[in-house]
């Protein structure tokens, strides 16, 4: 199996090494790519440097990376990377996306501006099915609890054939022992962070985030996550839906 590991962190992230460890320890054939810069809020964007109209790529590894896995950092946000991987941009197709492990959480319907989310539901729509990871702190110091969360939601996206579905999947910044448990949950209303716009000068917006104190419903991945689990969640690319009321 061909796993590509990639995340909005930018390739110097050590989240990507602790991606690639899992999947190289389970004998996958792994490729890194990432962006060469920190792609945060880039969604699913096919945004990316070119130069005589080619994408710009250099070998680099990420932190502490076994030097025998590919690495590669890309100048173009994760969807891109994601995109260009599935026409064989970085060797065989991959049947599987790992992205993150993110810094920061990923919940509520925040989801669609994450490029960790992007990246993974990018692949979907090349039937590839995917993986995003985040941790719960602008800054972690726990890289490896998230470790069993994603090989149990790795075990059960092979196990479930499912092609066109991305696994969501946040965990607190604790001590492994101090995660309440693993928890599947709906996406709250919002995420972990919300804009405000204020108006300036003619011509000018001004736009600051903030920390959402209210989580919402207690069953939600945001709640859930606050509470101290780790949560899964199914995500799924924007789909054709049917109402026969349209255009009638």
């Known amino acids: 199996m061909r796993v590509l590991i990639t995340n909005d962190d930018g390739i110097g992230s050590p989240g990507l090494t602790a991606l690639a460890r899992i999947a190289a320890a389970r004998g996958f054939d792994v490729v890194v790519a990432a962006p060469a810069r920190e792609s945060s809020g880039a969604s699913a964007s096919l945004l990316g440097a070119e130069q005589d109209g080619r994408l710009v790529v250099s070998q680099q590894s990420p932190p502490e990376l076994d030097p025998?896995?590919?690495?590669?950092?890309?100048?173009?946000?994760?969807?891109?990377?994601?995109?260009?991987?599935?026409?064989?941009?970085?060797?065989?197709?991959?049947?599987?996306?790992?992205?993150?492990?993110?810094?920061?959480?990923?919940?509520?319907?925040?989801?669609?501006?994450?490029?960790?989310?992007?990246?993974?539901?990018?692949?979907?729509?090349?039937d590839i099915p995917g993986i995003a990871v985040s941790l719960a702190s602008a800054d972690p110091q726990h890289w490896d609890t998230p470790m069993p969360y994603v090989e149990s939601a790795l075990d059960w996206l092979l196990g479930s054939g499912l092609r066109d579905r991305v696994v969501n999947v946040n965990v607190p910044d604790v001590p492994p022992d101090e995660v309440q448990g693993l928890r599947q949950a709906p996406l709250a209303a919002v995420g972990v962070v919300q804009g405000i716009v204020h108006a300036v000068d003619e011509g000018h917006?001004?736009?600051?985030?903030?920390?959402?104190?209210e989580h919402g419903d207690t069953d939600t991945d945001a709640a859930l996550l606050a509470q101290?689990?780790?949560?899964?969640?199914?995500?799924?690319?924007?789909?054709?839906?049917?109402?026969?009321?349209?255009g009638a």
């Open 205 to 213: 917006l001004q736009l600051t985030y903030s920390d959402v104190a």
């Open 68 to 126: 025998e896995i590919e690495s590669y950092a890309v100048r173009a946000a994760p969807g891109l990377i994601v995109y260009a991987a599935a026409y064989g941009g970085f060797g065989r197709k991959p049947d599987l996306v790992l992205s993150g492990i993110n810094r920061g959480a990923n919940t509520g319907h925040a989801v669609l501006h994450s490029g960790t989310a992007g990246a993974a539901l990018t692949g979907t729509t090349h």
């Open 228 to 246: 101290g689990f780790a949560t899964l969640t199914l995500l799924r690319a924007p789909v054709f839906d049917v109402d026969p009321t349209l």
